[in-house]
């Protein structure tokens, strides 16, 4: 739930007695009073994963040949990583049954991960799916063994693959680009099976026959 500053003004109370026929008139003030809610402690950002370069790099090679891999870099500070963010959710609930897993690579700043980062979290529902990164432990090879085209120097990026097929995007994706991407990947995963189907099904066959 994103954090709210919540300004409630307490209105002034007249208060109003007859006694004796007369009326006596107490009128009560009450000051201006602010309710902030309480900061997230670490508790609140427990379903957050923070892990190091190295683990991310096997997640990144993680290879399961049915499985479309979809890996987001962001930063809740970038206005482009922002803006494509609703495109990711909206597909995410299209494909909730499809063997595609949506990876969101927080690089905010750690001062932010228990404010911002879980805010955004929470406000798209993704807290299984976002990983804290520390950029400051971010080296140059990092780039050079994981990316074709991604340095570092720009975001968002993403990255989505698919057995031994993979496609880097640097700089946002409109949805029709993301839908375009995953899409084809999946007509892949489609042919694929039904070959694998088909071979089968001869083999199958074959066996039948020499009975």
């Known amino acids: 739930m994103r954090k709210l500053l919540i300004y409630s003004i307490l209105s002034i109370s007249l208060l ?4 004796n026929d007369e009326k006596v008139v107490e009128t009560k003030a009450k000051e201006d009073s602010i309710s902030v809610e309480p900061k ?10 923070e892990l190091s ?9 993680s290879n399961n040949s049915d499985t479309i891999y979809v890996t987001n870099f962001f930063a809740t500070w970038c206005g482009p990583c922002m803006q494509e963010i609703p495109h990711f959710r909206k597909k995410m609930d299209e494909l909730k049954n499809q063997p595609v897993k949506f990876t969101f690579v927080s690089l ?5 991960w228990d404010t911002k980062v879980i805010d955004f979290a929470d406000e798209y529902e993704i807290n299984q799916n976002v990983i804290l990164l520390d950029g400051m432990l971010l080296k140059q090879e990092f780039f050079t063994q994981n990316f074709q085209s991604w340095n570092g120097e720009a975001i968002p990026f ?7 097929k993979s496609d880097e995007t ?12 995953i899409n084809k990947l999946l007509a892949d995963n489609s042919s694929a099976k039904a070959i694998d189907n088909k071979e089968k099904a001869m083999i ?6 020499l009975k």
């Open 53 to 61: 370069p190295e683990k991310i790099s096997a997640i990144l090679k």
């Open 170 to 181: 640097v700089g946002s994706m409109t949805e029709e680009m993301l839908n375009q991407k």
């Open 40 to 49: 997230k402690t670490q508790a609140d950002v427990a379903e957050l994963k």
């Open 108 to 112: 905010d700043n750690k001062t932010d």
């Open 204 to 209: 199958s066959s074959q066996k039948k026959s």
């Open 158 to 164: 993403t990255l989505i693959r698919k057995g031994d």
């Open 16 to 19: 109003a007695c007859k006694k």
